[in-house]
């Protein structure tokens, strides 16, 4: 028995919850994992899973055992990661998950680049604002938008992007221009971006000299995906706050017009988050460091921009 590989199986097991999801996510017949589990029991001597039809339980030791196993395993990726020739490519199937409109206008756009960095890694890209089971479904890292919340996620910041008020023509001609943050709570309407996590209609922050503003946007249309949420802003639905990357295209088309432009939007935060239980390996080191380089140099186009507005 290769303990090793045995232990890698284990710990897929108990973190996929079954031998089925298991044996798909480590590319194995449901044969061969069923094999190293038991062929791992009968090393220690002691049962490790309790298997019903329908699903498995840890026992005890099983859990003492799943608990320093992965600390060994994190251990042991990481001193591969540390003994690995600085001339060796990073190499391998890299999942990641983030929403249409990073992977249209950020990502997807610039892959040729990657890819010429780093030919040997092959990207999955799951497109979707969503809840994402990070074990059961494989998933290296997500990029997501907004400070995490969820602390069973490791989170790393690769950048920020200025946020801006936009609203369409229409809107304008029908409702007319908002001339304070607050008439987005009382006279005009925003289009509701709905959080993944908690379910609720996120609020728009606004800042000018000492005065802050936190608002509770009236509504008429709340989404949750950041494409739908420009959509709608430019069908005339309402005010959305956007960083100007995504709303570019509609802006030079005449589709959308900046707002309350002489308030600031408070900046929007970019974070790369992956389970706890995962070691950040070298594939996915280079890609947030990749990414961390687009972002900035978004941020240093919209500095341009402000700049070009105000000459």
Not at 119 to 133: A, E, F, N, Y
Not at 157 to 169: D, I
Request: proline share 4%.
């Amino acid at each position: 028995m290769d303990q090793l590989s045995a232990m890698r199986v284990f710990v897929r097991v108990v973190e996929t919850g079954n031998f089925t999801r298991a044996a798909a996510t480590l590319n194995m017949p449901k044969t061969t994992v069923t094999n190293l589990v038991q062929s791992l029991e009968a090393h220690l001597r002691t049962t490790l899973l309790n298997r019903t039809t329908r699903r498995v339980m840890v026992t005890t030791d099983g859990a003492l055992y799943y608990e320093r196993a992965t600390q060994i395993l994190s251990e042991l990726d990481e001193l591969d990661g540390s003994m690995s020739n600085s001339q060796t490519q990073p190499s391998g199937r890299l999942r990641v998950e983030m929403a249409g409109a990073f992977a249209d206008l950020l990502v997807v756009p610039s892959l040729c680049d990657f890819y010429t960095r780093y030919p040997q890694i092959r990207l999955d890209i799951g497109v979707g604002d969503r809840l994402v089971d990070y074990i059961a479904e494989n998933v290296d890292c997500a990029l997501r938008a907004g400070t995490p919340t969820d602390q069973s996620l490791i989170a790393r910041k690769v950048g920020e992007l200025g946020m801006h008020a936009y609203a369409a023509p229409l809107y304008v001609r029908n409702v007319g221009v908002p001339e304070h943050p607050k008439d987005l709570e009382e006279d005009h309407f925003s289009v509701g971006y709905l959080n993944a996590q908690s379910g609720r209609v996120r609020t728009l922050e606004f800042r000018r000299g000492d005065e802050e503003l936190e608002i509770t946007p009236r509504y008429i249309v709340s989404v949750n995906d950041a494409r739908s949420y420009v959509n709608a802003a430019v069908s005339g639905m309402g005010i959305v706050q956007s960083p100007r990357f995504m709303v570019r295209e509609a802006v030079e088309k005449g589709d959308l017009v900046e707002v309350l432009s002489d308030w600031r939007c408070e900046s929007l935060p970019l974070y790369i988050v992956y389970p706890q239980t995962r070691h950040l390996s070298n594939k996915v080191r280079v890609f947030v460091d990749w990414l961390a380089k687009l972002v900035q140099n978004l941020k240093v186009e919209d500095n341009r921009e402000q700049i070009r507005k105000a000459s």
